[in-house]
């Protein structure tokens, strides 16, 4: 009998990888923003689950799924879709990550300030077009993968380069990037980015202190995570005359009445900027991230024949 394998999100893969999946699975396809009783039901007897990174995985989740479940997620942050005590019930062993999709989301949100910069519609822009960035200074809330390429594209065609991490990062050293240990200090910029992964530590961490500190006529960029910006504070930001520009937007299910009317009035604002992840949804991002999960396929299909 074939092994059940559970995919939520089934829209960041190529039809031939499904295809090639249906060939060897039982596959399951679901949208990847499940509460978490809609979640058990789904993950009862599975094999291999393919997560899309909105759905929280618990440890009473895990447990309703076949002993030695891989999990594999599409992207580079696996870890952040289990709770402490689901992680550690998985284990480092069972859990993979495709890959793919950091140079294109480093590249969009280059792309978004070089257009901010020339006064340009921020998605429409060329790479080539940086002469204007010598005029603004930029910083970069994170330097993880993302982060790191993002600077690279950077470094040299800005008036000052920031960026904020825990540890200064030996390959970002140099005069003409700048590490700042404080990451509110951090926002004191022409241009804010983030690239952080959307942790407890991290959820809604942003708020109207950091997002006063961006300079009159500058910009918060998040590419990343929504939730990593408290809405009200956002909401209140965007009042006082802040503009943003996100490639992601806040997952509704987990906002109160109260929240969920700040998001309204956030989208409805002249001076707030949002598309669909469309970094996570470009053709490029997609056949990365097919192949990285069809590469881990074959990973787990050599080590159950080599046991």
Known sequence: ???????????????SALAELESKFRVVKADCLLTKGSLKDLMANVDIVVIGGEEVYTLEVLKAANPGLKAIFIGIQGETSFTEDALAFLSSENLFATGGGVKQVARTTFREIVNISLGKPATNGKEDEVGELSKFSVSVIGAGNIGTSLIGML????????????????????????????????????????????VEETFGMVRLAHLKKIHDNGWLINNARADLVDPEDLLEYLEQGGRALFDVFYPGAKWSVKRDSALLQIVSASNFIFTNHTAAFSEETIQEYSRGLIDVIHKIEASSKTK
């Open 155 to 198: 470094r040299g065609k800005c008036r000052q380069l920031s960026y904020f991490n825990r540890q200064p990062k030996d390959d970002l050293a140099g005069p003409d990037i700048h590490f700042v240990p404080d990451i509110i200090t951090a926002f004191d910029a022409d241009i804010v980015t983030l690239h952080l992964k959307l």
């Open 1 to 15: 009998m074939k092994k059940k394998l559970l995919i939520t999100c089934s829209k960041l893969i190529t039809s």
